[in-house]
């Protein structure tokens, strides 16, 4: 996924699956599909809500998406691209 120039995205993969195995593989395939590759992985996990605080915006996005992919069983990911990322670094405030 190239839409604006990126070389890489970072984000998180939401993965309905009985097992981190399960996991792992159906991601793969699911980036496979959408013509990206795993650079590097941080962490997999499995969701707890517990762990998120939804004063948060950014675990609220989290809490949101997790809860779509459990419900009806889809593969969801949300990720910014290393083009985004440059352009946020440039902005300035005040």
Do not use: H, W
């Amino acid at each position: 996924m190239n839409e604006d120039g990126s070389e890489y995205m970072i984000g998180t993969g939401f993965v309905p699956a009985t097992s981190m195995q399960e996991a792992l593989s159906l991601f793969e395939k699911y980036l496979e599909d959408q013509k990206m590759e795993i650079l590097e992985l941080e962490k997999c996990k499995k969701f707890d809500p517990a762990n998120f605080d939804e004063s948060d915006d950014e675990d609220r996005k989290i809490i949101r998406v997790a809860s779509s992919s459990m419900e009806d069983e889809q593969i969801r990911y949300v990720g910014v691209s290393s083009e985004a990322m440059e352009c946020e670094e440039g902005e300035t405030y005040g």
